[in-house]
């Protein structure tokens, strides 16, 4: 039997557009115990919903490669382009997909 998904509630609502139910879930659930992987999926999931609402200064980088992909981005909607060869950078053999994706948006 597999295990309850702790961020299944978040995820749903960032994919339906609910980005402020997002992250009033994702403060909910801060305190939870869980591992690294989905803390991390939980920041990622927060930042993204900053970008989403157009919030780029609650944007901020992080540990992860994907958070600070997340961060170069803000800056870039900002309007700051001179982030965009950073972005290439951060591109590689090893990259994980969520920073391919954003590095791709």
């Given at each position: 039997?597999?295990?309850?998904?702790?961020?299944?509630?978040?995820?749903?609502?960032?994919?339906?557009?609910?980005?402020?139910?997002?992250?009033?879930?994702?403060?909910?659930?801060?305190?939870?115990?869980?591992?690294?992987?989905?803390?991390?999926?939980?920041?990622?999931?927060v930042q993204?919903?900053?970008?989403?609402?157009?919030?780029?200064?609650?944007?901020?980088?992080?540990?992860?490669?994907?958070?600070?992909?997340?961060?170069?981005?803000?800056?870039?909607?900002?309007?700051?382009?001179?982030?965009?060869?950073?972005?290439?950078?951060?591109?590689?053999?090893?990259?994980?997909?969520?920073?391919?994706?954003?590095?791709?948006?």
């Amino acid at each position: 039997m597999s295990e309850p998904d702790e961020l299944y509630t978040l995820r749903a609502q960032f994919w339906l557009g609910h980005y402020q139910m997002a992250l009033e879930e994702a403060k909910q659930i801060q305190r939870r115990p869980m591992s690294p992987a989905l803390k991390a999926e939980r920041e990622e999931l927060v930042q993204r919903c900053y970008l989403a609402m157009h919030q780029y200064d609650r944007v901020t980088s992080g540990e992860t490669p994907a958070l600070q992909a997340l961060a170069l981005q803000a800056q870039f909607e900002s309007g700051n382009t001179s982030v965009v060869p950073q972005l290439q950078s951060m591109l590689g053999d090893g990259v994980d997909p969520s920073t391919q994706l954003t590095a791709a948006h």
